[in-house]
């Protein structure tokens, strides 16, 4: 895509992280923007934000694990501002522990947001955009726990593997059909984001027994995000820059890059894989 000011972006997971980044570099091309998000105080407050620096926007309350949710949210969107070009499946959430102690509930909370909330915005927005005829894009956020396995985080790595096959398998179904609608896979890796407090936003009925609301960190992550992590806006740079130049591939530095070359030399050598810390 070249042309952004007055086109329309939707933008899951928008209240915060890297989804509000996105959202506010997306407004200040000029784009008009559709919020989304579960937690709706955030959402409210990030609306009025925009709206009062001059920005055209919505906010809409949407679960992603529901497909009914994110049809509504493509309806309000486009009857908001009339087409849709440029779709953030962003939202997302984690847990840890060992895959043996991982729970149903677990699996079905991580799963549900994270892969398939992108299917459902790829089952919602894909036909809208390839209807309009016009140039699109759509944004799939993974992680660099697609692209290699760690510890203790098996149901987020396995959701984000997930979108990683997904966003790639898409990409070459919209090129065999000659579409203007280009893909990419957001992998980044430590963001100074709120992904471990991701808890507060879990549903009771997909919570554990005596679980805290706030969930927990098991696996230390969230001190090596504050510490470490990448500001959201240069990830939110990264991703318009991948949509305007049509790079598939955003991996937001280089930090995991040896590990993801021996990930892929274990497979073609048909060895184990090689051992490594989690994170």
């Known amino acids: 895509m070249q042309q952004f000011r007055d086109r329309v972006a939707v933008v899951t997971g928008a209240a915060s992280g890297m989804g509000r980044a996105m959202a506010d570099r997306f407004a200040a ?13 955030p959402l409210a407050h990030a609306e009025r934000v925009l709206t009062d620096a001059g920005a055209d926007v919505i906010a809409v309350r949407a679960d992603v694990s529901s497909l009914a949710d994110v049809q509504a949210l493509a309806q309000k969107a486009l009857d908001a ?3 849709v070009h440029v779709v953030c499946n962003n939202a997302g959430v984690g847990t840890g522990g060992f895959s043996w102690e991982q729970t149903e509930a677990d699996w079905r909370w991580v799963l549900g947001v994270n892969l398939w909330g992108v299917f459902h915005g790829i089952r919602t927005f894909v036909p809208i955009m390839l209807e309009q005829g016009t140039e699109g894009h759509i944004i799939n956020t993974a992680s660099v726990a697609g692209l290699m396995a760690s510890p203790f985080m098996s149901s987020y790595t396995v959701s984000k593997f997930g979108v990683v096959a997904l966003s790639e398998t898409l990409h070459m179904e919209l090129a065999l059909r000659q579409s203007k609608i280009k893909v990419s896979v957001l992998c980044p890796g430590l963001v100074n984001t709120r992904i471990t407090d991701s808890g507060r936003n879990r549903p009771d009925a997909l919570r554990n027994p005596d679980q805290p609301a706030a969930g927990g960190d098991p696996t ?3 001190e090596r995000l504050e510490k470490e992590g990448l500001p959201p806006s240069e990830v939110a740079r990264q991703v318009f820059e991948a949509i305007r130049d049509e790079r598939f591939h955003i991996l937001t530095d280089d930090k995991f890059d040896d590990v993801i070359r021996t990930r892929v030399e274990d497979v073609l050598a048909r ?3 090689t051992p490594r810390a989690m994170g």
């Open 81 to 83: 501002f009339g087409a």
């Open 220 to 222: 230390g992550l969230r």
């Open 271 to 273: 060895r184990q894989p």
């Open 29 to 41: 091309e000029g784009m008009k923007v559709v919020l989304a998000d579960v937690e709706e105080a």
